[in-house]
């Protein structure tokens, strides 16, 4: 009785840890068990080599289901591998940090900013499948690039499924935004949602006086409409990229408006994170129904771990896409340069890589504009981005129109039908993403498939979309 006792106490610590919002550090192991149900087996290492198990990776938050990988806290190091084998683990990987994939170093031209500056300053409202959004937003050359309008009116896909976007997090309450997204959920403070506005002492209120906007610097490759104040308060290191989750969203949105969003909350405002939380977060879309993966982070070594995550994404039939990276160099990067894993480069709005974009036939397999692209950003404002952040989502949003064409698209299919691009060199994959191209293979694939409804305005060639009245 006192040993039955013992073991339920052990799982209520276990279960109170997982609750707790710990957050992942330097030196924490990630542990996967030779058992299906390893949680008796990391207690019993964990009281041999004295460490602390944090939490279950491949769960979701709260449950009580089965586990076999875990984070755990005071283990040396991995010379105590082929002890720990003999204790019932299969392998241990340290819990390496992570980036979003923004750029640092990179500074825009002059004319780049200036283009979209003014651009920024565009503030008419238009209604976008039933919210309003800005007129910059809809009308910026990016968007004619890879011919969205031309998609969406003629032939009449604008998406379905739920895109994971694992970054750091999502304003729920953009009015772009806010009914189309679904349960996300904040892996680095351990609560549901996925907000990241917390991260600020920024507030809506402060931000209200669209009159009093100026155009801002808010991170190293972005720049709001914001105030002063405001502004003041995100253009330090800790927030180096707040903001970040929300434009990559946004750019979702703007290509698969009528697809939901799913915010992971895995990194925090200065753009870092761990692997374990995007295991974490990997995991749960795929439990969550998820149909796509966008993944604008990468990191410079391979996971066993991650590999392992994605690969029973994709055969579960997520569609999983990640960035290149912004080094602008002919380098591996991960989770990009996995082969199920569609790897999005950066071009720029003359149709030629840009020049801090990664490259490379084994990391990228196709292009999309990222240069100066307007999306949305907290507070109901909208924001200019670079980097092969804001090239990934308009690749997700293409395997989202195809997903609204056919549920059941295949992470092969999708891929297959974005490599209908437009050629530019054999460092940038199959080409720049041409969505027309796209869509028109989905439909060859799925020649039944259903078309989705537009608006009016789309028979008008003189408008894009509708101004609000």
Not at 45 to 55: D, E, P, Q, S, Y
Not at 419 to 434: E, M, N, P, Q, V
């Amino acid at each position: 009785m006192k040993g039955r006792w013992f073991v339920c106490l052990v799982v209520g610590v276990f279960l109170a840890a997982l609750a707790a919002p710990v957050r992942a550090g330097q030196g924490d192991k990630i542990v996967r068990t030779k058992s299906l149900d390893g949680l008796p087996v990391v207690n019993n290492l964990c009281k041999v080599v004295g460490c602390a198990v944090i939490r279950s990776l491949d769960t979701l938050p709260g449950s009580t289901q089965p586990s076999s990988l875990f984070l755990v806290r005071g283990l040396v190091d991995n010379t105590l591998t082929v002890v720990l084998g003999l204790l019932g683990l299969s392998a241990v990987e340290p819990d390496l940090p992570v980036a979003v994939a923004a750029d640092g170093a990179y500074t825009p031209s002059q004319a780049s900013v200036a283009l979209v500056d003014g651009e920024l300053w565009n503030r008419t409202p238009m209604s976008y499948y039933g919210t309003s959004a800005w007129e910059s937003y809809l009308k910026q050359p990016a968007n004619d690039i890879v011919r969205l309008r031309e998609t969406h009116c003629t032939l009449r896909a604008t998406g379905g499924g739920i895109v994971a976007v694992i970054d750091t997090g999502v304003d729920p309450d953009h009015p772009t935004l806010k009914p189309f997204l679904t349960g996300g959920y904040d892996f680095v403070r351990g609560k549901d949602g996925g907000d990241e506005r917390p991260d600020t002492d920024v507030n809506q209120a402060s931000v209200a006086l669209v009159d009093q906007y100026g155009v801002y610097w808010v991170n190293p490759s972005s720049f709001a409409a914001l105030d002063q104040a405001s502004v003041a308060l995100v253009d330090d290191s800790n927030h180096a990229d707040f903001g970040h989750g929300t434009m990559v969203a946004g750019v979702v949105h703007l290509v698969a408006p009528t697809a939901r969003i799913m915010p992971l909350k895995a990194f925090g405002p200065d753009g870092q994170g761990y692997t374990s939380d995007i295991l974490r977060a990997i995991y749960y879309a795929v439990q969550k129904g998820a149909k796509v993966l966008n993944m604008s982070f990468s990191r410079p070594t391979s996971s066993p771990e991650l590999k392992r995550a994605i690969d029973n994404a994709t055969s579960k039939g997520l569609i999983a896409v990640a960035s290149a990276g912004n080094d602008g160099k002919a380098t591996l990067m991960y989770p990009a340069a996995y082969d199920n894993v569609i790897g999005v480069a950066s071009t720029s709005n003359d149709d030629v890589r840009s020049i801090f974009s990664n490259y490379g036939s084994q990391l990228v397999w196709v292009a999309a504009p990222g240069e100066g692209i307007i999306t949305t950003y907290p507070w109901a404002g909208f924001a200019g981005a670079w980097g092969t952040s804001f090239s990934t989502p308009y690749v997700s949003g293409a395997a989202a129109l195809l997903v609204g064409m056919q549920g059941s698209a295949s992470n092969s299919q999708v891929t297959s039908a974005v490599a209908h691009a437009k050629w530019i060199s054999s460092d940038l994959g199959k080409g720049r993403l041409d969505l027309y191209q796209t869509v028109q293979t989905g439909r060859s694939l799925w020649p039944y498939a259903a078309t989705s409804p537009v608006p009016a305005s789309c028979g008008d060639s003189t408008a894009d979309w509708s101004p609000v009245q």
